[in-house]
């Protein structure tokens, strides 16, 4: 049974289980029975899941299918109710967390290290994700260059194209970020532009591998020399390519060194949650040596509630997510990673292959598992337009505007899905040629970001979409 009001059509894209589910502004008086609840989450759970399934959403879901996460949501359910941070009482954390973090830096090659400095060692933490790896190995250079160096103003330099949580790190502690554009039409940082910016403050410098905007890889290799030669830190944002190009590499694909192979790359961050196969919530961030690392801890012994520490910015996290991750690795094996790279090169090369056969669209570098590509002749959003009444969603991409289809799991499971994208695509290219002059639908809020008052405007407009996301 569930308290299903009326069938109606939602009008309201964010809210729309209004009107069809209870509405709960305070806790119920008497709880209600688990078998209802149950019934309407997994109501709400199986409407949300047909999305993926089409194989047609870019990124945003990784999970390496119903099987693989029903076995995950086993182990988490062992750990659920542990709090990592009490880890006396739970030693289980201490050992998937260790193991965690040292077969991820085994797959980055951590042990090349040593060949630079036979006393380095790559350590490293479990994260909540992404951004707060970034956010950790951010506070580290800080804390570090304040230490050893006296810098107290410090900058780290990054190219326009890496995530913003790393701006959003510079905000939280104080670290002013220098932007640093691509250069066009090659996309990647130009390592010229990164060593004009450096100066006594610079803490460090960041590259990525992949980046999210077009999956491409900077040239870590030259970025790698500079930090040495100016005995600067250099993070590898690794949160996306991580944990599936050394997998494409392994596969035979051509993928420029992006791990500590590299002798001046000081940290990486790499996301289990994503093409770790993990469930939602972890991520690991590495440091060539402890003396990194270090500086993230953070220890408060003055504090009547008794002596308080905490490895990263989280305090209390779920044992179970930790549990979880140990178990996707260890059950996927080296094996299982490889035929996932596998499967998703076979869906991108097919993609790019499509991408590539249309003359009026241009792929941006040279894409692995995420394909972006723009246009010189149609407007892009046009195109965007069109693919997403066939049920494709694309991340749309600005200054310049471009599209990204970033491959996964899901995309591989569904059959002929590179014949349907390469059908609708030219469909989507007639429709941007019969609609120039107009203007799209997807680049409204585009268009208003790149000028002051514009990006205050967005601001205005996506905080406001939070407030309404969370009125009941
Ligand atoms: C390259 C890159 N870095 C960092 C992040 C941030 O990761 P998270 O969303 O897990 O915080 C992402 C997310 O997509 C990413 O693509």
Redo the contacts with the bound molecule.
């Keep these: 049974m569930t308290d299903k009001l009326n069938g109606d059509a939602p009008q309201d894209p964010l809210k729309p289980y209004k009107g069809r589910f209870e509405t709960y502004n305070r806790i119920p008086e008497k709880g209600r029975e688990a078998d209802h609840l149950l019934e309407e989450l997994s109501l709400m759970a199986e409407e949300e899941n047909a999305a993926w399934k089409t194989g047609k959403i870019s990124g945003t879901y990784y999970h390496a299918g119903d099987e693989h996460r029903a076995f995950l949501n086993k182990t988490f359910s062992f750990f659920s109710h542990v709090n990592t941070i009490q880890f006396d009482l739970c030693p289980s954390m201490a050992k998937f967390e260790s193991e965690i973090i040292s077969m991820t830096a085994n797959m980055l090659n951590g042990e090349a290290v040593k060949a630079v400095n036979p006393s380095d060692e790559v350590c490293g933490t479990v994260t909540s ?4 790896s ?1 956010a950790m190995a951010v506070k580290a250079y800080r804390d570090k260059a304040r230490a050893e160096k006296g810098i107290t103003a410090p900058e780290i330099i990054m190219p326009k194209t890496a ?1 913003p ?1 790393f701006n959003k790190a510079g905000e939280y502690f104080g670290v002013r970020m220098v932007m640093v554009p691509v250069d066009f039409p090659d996309f990647r940082v130009s390592p010229e532009r990164v060593e004009a910016q450096i100066n006594q403050n610079t803490v460090a410098i960041v590259g ?1 591998a992949g ?2 905007p077009y999956g491409l890889i900077d040239p870590l290799a030259e970025l790698s020399e500079m930090a040495l030669k100016h005995k600067i830190g250099f993070h590898v ?1 690794g ?2 390519g991580g944990f599936v190009l050394p997998w494409i590499e392994k596969l035979g694909y051509k993928i420029p060194s992006f791990d500590f192979r590299l002798p001046g790359v000081t940290s990486i ?1 790499a ?1 289990t ?1 994503k093409f770790g196969y993990a469930l939602k919530g972890t ?1 690991v961030v590495l440091y060539r040596n402890p003396s990194f690392r270090r500086y993230q801890y953070f220890a408060f012994p003055d504090w009547p509630g008794g002596i308080y520490a905490s490895p990263t910015s989280a305090g209390s996290r779920s044992g179970g997510l930790s549990a979880a991750t140990w178990a996707s690795m260890v059950s996927l094996g080296e094996a299982g990673y490889l035929e996932a790279a596998r499967a998703i090169m076979k869906v991108s090369d097919e993609i790019r292959a499509a991408v590539d056969d249309i003359d009026e669209l241009i792929v941006i570098g040279e894409p692995t598992f995420l394909v972006s590509f723009r246009s010189e002749t149609l407007d892009i959003f046009h195109v965007n337009d069109f693919m997403k009444t066939k049920g494709w969603r694309f991340n749309c991409l600005q200054l310049p505007p471009a599209l990204h289809f970033c491959v996964t799991l899901p995309q591989t499971r569904v059959p002929g899905l590179g014949d349907q994208f390469r059908e609708d695509l030219a469909e989507g290219v007639s429709y941007a040629k019969q609609k120039a002059g107009t203007p799209a639908q997807s680049s409204a809020l585009y268009g208003l970001a790149g000028t002051v008052d514009g990006n205050q405007q967005v601001t205005e407009l996506l905080c406001g979409v939070f407030d309404h996301m969370y009125a009941i």
Aim: contains cysteine; aromatic residues 6%.
């Design positions: 994700g992404g951004s707060e970034i995530h949580a990525s980046n999210y944002d949160c996306l961050s996301d949650h991520s």
